[in-house]
């Protein structure tokens, strides 16, 4: 099976999950068993000088946070490449999966964990995904992803390996100050994953088209003349 090809399908069956556990929970209504368990052992494990850290660690993968590192990231490639082609991918990707967790929050509305749980500002939207994580993962796997189209094995897999940490450190922060269940946080990885997968593909396959409709000089800037 093509590389695209599969991508495509591992990121549509991932977007499939989230949207199949999403209507599990409007039916049930009700935190899953993981959900309590998880956080009554976080709850038993919190303490003041951890908490002070996480709590400047969160605001690093926070959606205006992720949203200026994709600025500069996009910047610093269309500075190296002197084109979109990966500077426009990667803000496809984060902006498309920004939208989809915001619609997936709407339709599941499924509460945040009890105030009682939650350290530091109270947040009370929707819960799932976590946009934190939607965001985060979304950018950083993206940014692996298309970074290194190009690079080694070694490299790509040292690439994503960092993404997964970074991811996992995200996840970490939303579940230990209380503001997600693990579910939410879950979510909003494979959404991120799903988007990091799947959008590069078909945005890069958009340049093309328009890069191939515009005047040499234009195409040329938009998307150069590479191997296929």
Known sequence: M???????????????????FGIGMMLDGMP?????????????????????????????FSPLAVTIWTVCAAAFFVVRDRTLRRAFPLVA???VAGVIGELVKIVVHR???????QLGTVETTYSYPSGHLT????????VALIATTQSSRIVRIAAL???ALITLVAA????????????????????????????????????????????????RHIFPAVPQ
């Not at 695209?4 to 999950?17: D, E, F, K, S, W």
């Not at 959008?199 to 890069?204: D, F, G, K, R, T």
Request: charged share 10%; glycine share 8%; hydrophobic share 50%.
């Open 172 to 219: 970490c922060t939303r579940i230990y100050l209380g503001v997600h269940w693990v579910t939410d946080v879950v979510a909003g990885v494979c959404v991120g994953v799903a988007v990091a997968l799947v959008v590069p593909i078909w945005a890069e396959k958009l340049l093309r088209i328009v890069a191939a409709h515009s005047p040499d000089r234009l195409g």
């Open 93 to 95: 990707s984060v902006a």
């Open 111 to 117: 509460h945040r964990p009890p105030i009682a749980y």
């Open 135 to 142: 965001g985060t993962t979304t950018f950083v796997f993206a």
């Open 32 to 60: 899953m068993w993981i959900d309590d368990l998880v956080a009554n052992s976080t709850l038993a494990h919190r303490g003041s000088g951890l908490t002070s850290v996480v709590r400047e660690v969160t605001l690093m």
């Open 161 to 163: 390996s960092g993404a």
């Open 2 to 20: 093509p590389p695209n090809q599969l991508r495509t399908i591992t990121g549509l069956v991932l977007l499939a999950a989230v949207c199949v």
